[in-house]
């Protein structure tokens, strides 16, 4: 007998936070857990279209409850139930404080220096944590054309922090981007014609120390060292660091490395499934709940 709303919410605290086996949950799954983890509760959160949204809720009603969403379609602190179809979806717009357009969320919210975590994606990213959302190749005659920065640029480097959620492999984590569409930590000094940190190309301005902090891809998380370098802080289940390594475009630092990433736990999972993406718009399957989860959403 299916449940309503009201009778799921109620059921919430019964389910064990405790982790969840290999093989109970799927690796989009842990992704979105993972980067719902980078939220705080006082953090006013700018989030993209896919995952990023599927894990700006998780940790909304998880381990950020007073976190304000923001999408760029001018949709602001919404209390959604189930994960929009897109930043323009009015579903966001459930007791939302503000509807406005783009010109509020990136002239305002945005550029005024009021976001402090960005969330995004990226077909590409560099060890510096620079991001390629445009084209592979030669910019003028490319082997693939994306579609653009969209807002990626705007907030990858005006939020305080922002967090990527990204598909790992050889040819998508790289020494240096293609095409650099959104500057990590180390970004081109037009005046000397060189790479330089970001602190110093962008020094006197209100955005110089605003950069990347984590990256969640299906294999691992990574953070950034103190000369904005990327390194693997955990891999996710059943892999390792080897493994990471051979998937890595770029001689990737692994000696701070701390272990596995936490898995899921059941009521994380009981949340992105039954409240968050329960229509499987951005997750590509639902897995079944062991048998002592099973009966207690039964019962």
Known sequence: MAKTMEELMELIDRIP???AQNGEFILPELMAIAIAHEVRNDDIVF?????PMVGIMAANMLNAPNA???YEAGICDGKTMHVPMSVSDQRAANMSSCLGGLV????????QGFVTLGF????AIDK????NVTSIGDYYAPAHRFTGSGGNADIGTMAKRTAFI???EKRRFLERNDYTTTPGWWCWDFKTREWKPKKEVWKGTPFADCGPVAVVTNMAVYRFDENGIMYLETYHPGLTVEKVKDNCGFDLNVSVVKGETRRPTYRELFVVREFVDPELIFLPQKMEYPPEIKAIIEG
């Not at 995004?120 to 077909?123: K, Q, T």
């Open 17 to 19: 936070d405790e982790p």
């Open 47 to 51: 989030a993209g279209t896919g995952l």
């Open 68 to 70: 304000v969403l923001i």
């Open 104 to 111: 509020d969320t990136f002239g305002y919210y945005l550029q």
């Open 120 to 123: 995004l994606g990226g077909a």
């Open 128 to 131: 510096y944590g620079g991001v």
């Open 166 to 168: 990204i598909l790992q």
